[in-house]
Protein backbone atom coordinates (compact mmCIF):
# COMPACT_ATOMS: atom_id res chain seq x y z
CA UNK A 1 0.00 0.00 0.00
CA UNK A 2 1.17 3.49 -0.62
CA UNK A 3 0.81 6.08 2.01
CA UNK A 4 0.87 9.47 0.95
CA UNK A 5 1.75 11.70 3.35
CA UNK A 6 0.91 15.69 3.11
CA UNK A 7 2.69 19.09 4.59
CA UNK A 8 1.87 20.96 6.57
CA UNK A 9 -1.46 20.00 7.84
CA UNK A 10 -2.63 23.52 8.26
CA UNK A 11 -1.48 26.35 6.17
CA UNK A 12 -2.52 30.02 7.39
CA UNK A 13 -2.19 32.52 4.65
CA UNK A 14 -3.96 35.65 3.57
CA UNK A 15 -5.74 36.25 -0.08
CA UNK A 16 -3.65 36.90 -2.48
CA UNK A 17 -0.34 35.04 -0.93
CA UNK A 18 0.85 31.89 -2.82
CA UNK A 19 -0.23 28.94 -1.10
CA UNK A 20 2.43 25.26 -1.47
CA UNK A 21 1.20 21.98 -0.57
CA UNK A 22 3.53 19.20 -0.68
CA UNK A 23 2.45 15.02 -1.11
CA UNK A 24 4.93 12.89 -0.49
CA UNK A 25 4.58 9.22 -1.17
CA UNK A 26 6.20 6.06 0.57
CA UNK A 27 6.98 4.30 -2.80
CA UNK A 28 7.55 5.80 -6.44
CA UNK A 29 3.99 6.33 -7.83
CA UNK A 30 3.58 7.00 -11.48
CA UNK A 31 2.85 10.82 -12.12
CA UNK A 32 -0.31 9.40 -14.42
CA UNK A 33 -2.01 8.44 -11.25
CA UNK A 34 -1.66 11.79 -8.75
CA UNK A 35 -4.44 13.75 -8.69
CA UNK A 36 -5.60 16.43 -6.23
CA UNK A 37 -8.85 17.33 -5.29
CA UNK A 38 -10.61 20.14 -3.03
CA UNK A 39 -13.13 20.02 -0.63
CA UNK A 40 -15.46 22.79 0.79
CA UNK A 41 -18.37 21.83 3.74
CA UNK A 42 -21.43 21.08 2.24
CA UNK A 43 -20.12 20.50 -1.32
CA UNK A 44 -19.21 17.62 -3.55
CA UNK A 45 -15.20 16.94 -4.05
CA UNK A 46 -13.82 18.21 -6.70
CA UNK A 47 -11.19 17.44 -8.82
CA UNK A 48 -8.25 19.83 -9.63
CA UNK A 49 -5.25 18.20 -10.91
CA UNK A 50 -4.70 14.35 -12.62
CA UNK A 51 -1.83 13.33 -13.71
CA UNK A 52 0.21 14.74 -11.42
CA UNK A 53 0.36 18.46 -13.54
CA UNK A 54 -3.02 18.47 -15.73
CA UNK A 55 -5.66 20.60 -14.60
CA UNK A 56 -9.24 19.31 -14.54
CA UNK A 57 -11.71 21.24 -16.97
CA UNK A 58 -13.00 24.44 -15.76
CA UNK A 59 -10.09 24.95 -13.32
CA UNK A 60 -8.30 28.16 -13.34
CA UNK A 61 -5.12 28.31 -14.05
CA UNK A 62 -3.96 29.70 -10.98
CA UNK A 63 -3.94 26.10 -9.71
CA UNK A 64 -1.13 24.25 -11.12
CA UNK A 65 0.64 20.99 -10.02
CA UNK A 66 4.04 19.42 -10.78
CA UNK A 67 6.44 16.25 -9.47
CA UNK A 68 7.31 13.19 -10.31
CA UNK A 69 8.74 10.01 -8.16
CA UNK A 70 7.77 10.47 -4.17
CA UNK A 71 7.24 14.10 -4.29
CA UNK A 72 4.39 16.33 -5.77
CA UNK A 73 2.79 19.48 -5.22
CA UNK A 74 0.45 21.91 -5.22
CA UNK A 75 0.63 24.90 -5.98
CA UNK A 76 -2.25 28.06 -6.01
CA UNK A 77 -0.55 31.24 -7.49
CA UNK A 78 -2.33 33.66 -5.84
CA UNK A 79 -5.02 32.40 -3.34
CA UNK A 80 -8.71 33.60 -3.85
CA UNK A 81 -11.20 34.06 -1.02
CA UNK A 82 -12.99 30.61 -2.19
CA UNK A 83 -9.79 28.81 -2.67
CA UNK A 84 -9.88 28.45 1.46
CA UNK A 85 -11.34 24.73 1.96
CA UNK A 86 -9.28 21.15 2.34
CA UNK A 87 -7.26 19.87 0.03
CA UNK A 88 -6.05 16.00 -0.78
CA UNK A 89 -3.65 14.37 -3.25
CA UNK A 90 -4.67 11.08 -4.47
CA UNK A 91 -2.69 7.61 -5.72
CA UNK A 92 -5.06 6.47 -8.51
CA UNK A 93 -3.39 3.34 -9.55
CA UNK A 94 -3.08 0.15 -8.20
CA UNK A 95 -5.81 -0.91 -5.00
CA UNK A 96 -5.90 0.61 -2.15
CA UNK A 97 -5.90 3.56 -3.71
CA UNK A 98 -4.91 5.29 -1.32
CA UNK A 99 -5.32 9.60 -0.06
CA UNK A 100 -3.19 11.60 1.79
CA UNK A 101 -4.26 13.01 4.91
CA UNK A 102 -4.88 16.48 3.55
CA UNK A 103 -3.79 19.82 4.42
CA UNK A 104 -6.16 23.28 5.20
CA UNK A 105 -5.74 26.20 3.58
CA UNK A 106 -7.27 28.65 6.06
CA UNK A 107 -7.50 32.52 6.25
CA UNK A 108 -4.83 34.40 8.37
CA UNK B 1 -24.81 17.20 -16.47
CA UNK B 2 -23.53 14.64 -14.40
CA UNK B 3 -25.58 13.69 -10.93
CA UNK B 4 -24.64 11.00 -8.25
CA UNK B 5 -26.72 10.82 -5.14
CA UNK B 6 -26.22 8.85 -2.27
CA UNK B 7 -29.01 7.26 -0.52
CA UNK B 8 -29.75 4.65 2.38
CA UNK B 9 -27.26 5.92 5.41
CA UNK B 10 -28.97 6.39 8.62
CA UNK B 11 -28.09 4.83 12.77
CA UNK B 12 -27.46 1.74 13.20
CA UNK B 13 -26.49 -0.70 16.18
CA UNK B 14 -23.00 -2.30 15.99
CA UNK B 15 -23.24 -5.67 14.33
CA UNK B 16 -26.47 -4.75 11.96
CA UNK B 17 -26.71 -3.99 8.29
CA UNK B 18 -26.91 -1.45 6.00
CA UNK B 19 -27.69 -0.69 2.41
CA UNK B 20 -26.26 2.51 0.50
CA UNK B 21 -27.54 3.18 -2.85
CA UNK B 22 -26.50 5.85 -5.57
CA UNK B 23 -28.64 6.51 -8.44
CA UNK B 24 -26.52 8.03 -11.02
CA UNK B 25 -27.58 10.15 -14.55
CA UNK B 26 -26.30 12.18 -17.03
CA UNK B 27 -23.81 9.83 -18.32
CA UNK B 28 -23.62 5.95 -19.80
CA UNK B 29 -23.19 4.47 -16.18
CA UNK B 30 -22.71 1.13 -17.54
CA UNK B 31 -18.86 2.20 -19.20
CA UNK B 32 -17.43 3.50 -16.28
CA UNK B 33 -16.19 1.53 -13.02
CA UNK B 34 -17.60 2.95 -10.07
CA UNK B 35 -16.12 3.66 -6.54
CA UNK B 36 -17.11 3.63 -2.80
CA UNK B 37 -14.78 6.16 -1.09
CA UNK B 38 -15.92 7.01 2.91
CA UNK B 39 -14.74 9.91 5.60
CA UNK B 40 -14.93 9.66 9.54
CA UNK B 41 -15.86 12.30 10.90
CA UNK B 42 -12.84 14.98 11.09
CA UNK B 43 -10.96 13.09 9.21
CA UNK B 44 -9.44 12.48 5.57
CA UNK B 45 -10.55 10.33 2.67
CA UNK B 46 -10.60 6.75 2.62
CA UNK B 47 -11.22 4.58 -0.60
CA UNK B 48 -13.66 2.05 0.27
CA UNK B 49 -14.32 -0.45 -2.78
CA UNK B 50 -14.73 -0.20 -6.67
CA UNK B 51 -16.52 -2.29 -9.05
CA UNK B 52 -15.95 -2.57 -13.05
CA UNK B 53 -18.75 -2.16 -15.22
CA UNK B 54 -19.84 -5.49 -15.56
CA UNK B 55 -19.93 -6.30 -12.26
CA UNK B 56 -17.35 -9.06 -12.68
CA UNK B 57 -14.38 -7.64 -10.64
CA UNK B 58 -14.64 -5.91 -7.67
CA UNK B 59 -12.05 -4.95 -5.00
CA UNK B 60 -12.11 -3.51 -1.30
CA UNK B 61 -9.99 -1.48 1.38
CA UNK B 62 -8.89 -4.50 4.05
CA UNK B 63 -10.92 -3.09 6.61
CA UNK B 64 -13.97 -4.03 4.82
CA UNK B 65 -13.10 -7.41 3.65
CA UNK B 66 -16.07 -9.94 3.81
CA UNK B 67 -18.03 -7.47 5.90
CA UNK B 68 -19.34 -4.66 2.62
CA UNK B 69 -20.71 -5.97 -1.20
CA UNK B 70 -20.11 -3.61 -3.91
CA UNK B 71 -22.87 -4.05 -6.25
CA UNK B 72 -24.54 -2.33 -9.52
CA UNK B 73 -27.72 -2.20 -11.49
CA UNK B 74 -26.86 -1.08 -14.83
CA UNK B 75 -30.68 -1.03 -16.09
CA UNK B 76 -31.46 1.31 -13.15
CA UNK B 77 -28.12 3.50 -13.40
CA UNK B 78 -27.40 2.51 -10.01
CA UNK B 79 -24.26 1.44 -7.33
CA UNK B 80 -25.14 -0.07 -4.01
CA UNK B 81 -22.86 -1.11 -1.17
CA UNK B 82 -24.01 -3.74 1.26
CA UNK B 83 -22.75 -2.99 4.44
CA UNK B 84 -23.07 -6.03 7.09
CA UNK B 85 -21.25 -6.49 10.84
CA UNK B 86 -21.35 -2.72 10.96
CA UNK B 87 -18.51 -1.47 13.79
CA UNK B 88 -18.18 1.74 15.27
CA UNK B 89 -15.31 2.76 12.77
CA UNK B 90 -17.39 2.23 9.92
CA UNK B 91 -18.93 5.34 11.01
CA UNK B 92 -18.30 8.04 7.86
CA UNK B 93 -19.99 10.40 5.39
CA UNK B 94 -20.22 7.66 2.66
CA UNK B 95 -19.30 9.15 -1.18
CA UNK B 96 -20.10 7.38 -4.37
CA UNK B 97 -17.57 8.76 -6.84
CA UNK B 98 -17.58 8.03 -10.94
CA UNK B 99 -14.05 6.58 -11.92
CA UNK B 100 -11.95 8.09 -14.45
CA UNK B 101 -9.02 7.63 -16.50
CA UNK B 102 -6.92 9.12 -13.90
CA UNK B 103 -8.64 10.21 -11.02
CA UNK B 104 -12.22 10.54 -10.04
CA UNK B 105 -13.75 13.31 -11.93
CA UNK B 106 -17.41 13.18 -10.13
CA UNK B 107 -18.64 12.59 -6.67
CA UNK B 108 -21.72 12.56 -4.62
CA UNK B 109 -22.44 14.77 -1.88
CA UNK B 110 -22.43 11.35 0.38
CA UNK B 111 -24.42 10.03 2.83
CA UNK B 112 -23.87 9.63 6.54
CA UNK B 113 -23.71 6.13 8.03
CA UNK B 114 -23.06 6.50 12.19
CA UNK B 115 -22.90 3.10 14.19
CA UNK B 116 -23.55 3.78 17.90
CA UNK B 117 -26.10 1.83 20.35
Known amino acids: EIVLTQSPGTLSLSPGERATLSCRAS???????LAWYQQKPGQALRLLIY???SRATGIPDRFSGSGSGTDFTLTISRLEPEDFAVYYCQHYGSSPRTFGQGTKVEIK | EVQLVESGGGLVQPGGSLRLSCAASGFTFSSYWMSWVRQAPGRGLEWVANIKQDGSEKYYVDSVKGRFTVSRDNAKNSLYLQMNSLRAEDTAVYYCARDGTYSYPYWGQGTLVTVSS
Open chain 1, 27 to 33: QSVSSSY
Open chain 1, 51 to 53: GAS
